[in-house]
């Protein structure tokens, strides 16, 4: 089992950038797929971004190619989430989840999910 604790989240302007991050403890973190995940009341979780276990590959949703980038340093357990250019509708709780599954990954697959950031984008 891994657990994950999300960091970083805050209010910024629209066009400004924050990074968040997640820190994971527990088994192998290099073992895992990460995954980004936002999520506004009364919408479904989406998908944003997942990096695979070296950091060689990365995926993301079309809403933030470009503007975002996934990154991860298994010798510190962490992935990041770097977020530049960001509109009012970036406005989420972002979350970090775990997979044990193959890449590229199904959602399904992601077992272990942290609490999750707030980020607000508002001028």
């Known amino acids: 089992q891994v657990q994950l604790v999300e960091s970083g989240g805050g209010l910024v302007q629209p066009g400004g950038s924050l990074t968040v991050s997640c820190a994971a403890s527990?088994?192998?973190?290099?073992?895992?797929?990460m995954g980004w995940f936002r999520q506004v009341p009364g919408k479904e979780r989406e998908f944003v971004a997942a990096?695979?276990?070296?950091?060689?590959?990365?995926s993301y949703a079309d809403s933030v190619k470009g503007r975002f980038t996934i990154s991860r340093d298994n010798a510190k357990n962490t992935v990041y989430l770097q977020m530049n250019s960001l509109k009012p509708e970036d406005t989420a709780v972002y979350s970090c989840?775990?997979?044990?599954?193959?890449?590229?990954?199904?959602?399904?697959?992601?077992?272990?999910w942290g609490q999750g950031t707030q980020v607000t984008v508002s001028s």
């Open positions: 989840a775990a997979s044990k599954g193959f890449w590229p990954p199904q959602l399904r697959e992601f077992s272990y």
């Open positions: 527990g088994r192998t973190f290099s073992n895992y797929v």
């Open positions: 990096i695979n276990w070296s950091g060689g590959s990365t």
